[in-house]
């Protein structure tokens, strides 16, 4: 069946840009999760959802990122007014239930650069 | 907090060599303990994973032993193959009074290259 997947795969903004970023999860999948990882780095947590629900969002490092996921399926990333240090790849991944153990499906990313 | 950390890389090997990518963690909870493989062009794949205290996860010839006592959750191979080149990750997941829903902690990655 379908993995995870997203949109755009690459995403070049101006400094100060608003950009979006989708996320299509496993159909059926309860969990939803948002990660950047940094060039060089492992990925870090942002937010999470359950359903619709958006139970923790202490990773996201400034109020200029919001994520949302209104029918508890696709989500969307985005972020205002875009910085240099925002510069990364944005990763999606989904998981049938909400146990810790739980194998999250990773998306292929999406690569920002901000110039 | 939680925190994962990883043995420096890159690693460079020979076709059939023995491969030990070693994995430390600090943990505030009873951690689920992960590695995780993102082959050239591709997203991150489960590689294996143990749940508990001296649980062995296994898979594609790759073991990883859940040791409490010393932290670790080191990732080994007897003999690795051209197509195991990719890097890899330990993570792992933190139990908070009894629940919790999977956020990943990961360590910084490992590269490996084998050549033939």
């Known amino acids: 069946g379908a993995g995870v997947s997203q949109s755009p795969r690459y995403k070049v903004a101006k400094r100060g840009q608003d950009v979006a970023l989708r996320c299509d999860p496993i159909?059926?999948?309860?969990?939803l999760f948002w990660y950047q990882q940094a060039l060089g780095q492992g990925p870090e947590f942002l937010t999470y959802f359950q359903n619709e629900a958006q139970l923790d969002k202490s990773g996201l490092p400034s109020d200029r990122f919001f994520a949302e996921r209104p029918e508890g399926s696709v989500s969307t990333l985005k972020i205002q007014r875009t910085q240099q240090e925002d510069s990364a790849v944005y990763l999606c991944?989904?998981?049938?239930?909400?146990?810790?153990?739980?194998?999250?499906?990773f998306g292929p990313g999406t690569r920002l650069t901000v110039l | 907090g939680n925190s994962v950390t990883q043995m420096e890389g890159p690693v460079t090997l020979s076709e059939e060599a023995f491969l030990t990518i070693n994995c430390t963690y600090t943990a505030t909870g009873y951690p689920s303990l992960f590695w995780y493989v993102q082959y050239p062009g591709e997203g991150l794949q489960l590689l294996l994973k143990?749940?508990?205290?001296?649980d062995k996860g296994s898979n594609k010839g790759f073991e990883a032993t859940y040791r409490k006592e010393t932290t670790s959750f080191h990732l080994e191979k007897g003999s690795v193959q051209v197509s195991d080149s990719a890097v890899y990750f330990c993570a792992l997941v933190v139990s908070i009074g009894g629940t919790s829903y999977g956020k990943l902690t990961f360590g910084q990655g490992t590269i490996l290259t084998v050549h033939p």
């Open positions: 143990a749940t508990k205290a001296d």
């Open positions: 991944a989904s998981s049938l239930g909400q146990m810790q153990y739980n194998e999250q499906f």
């Open positions: 159909s059926g999948h309860v969990s």
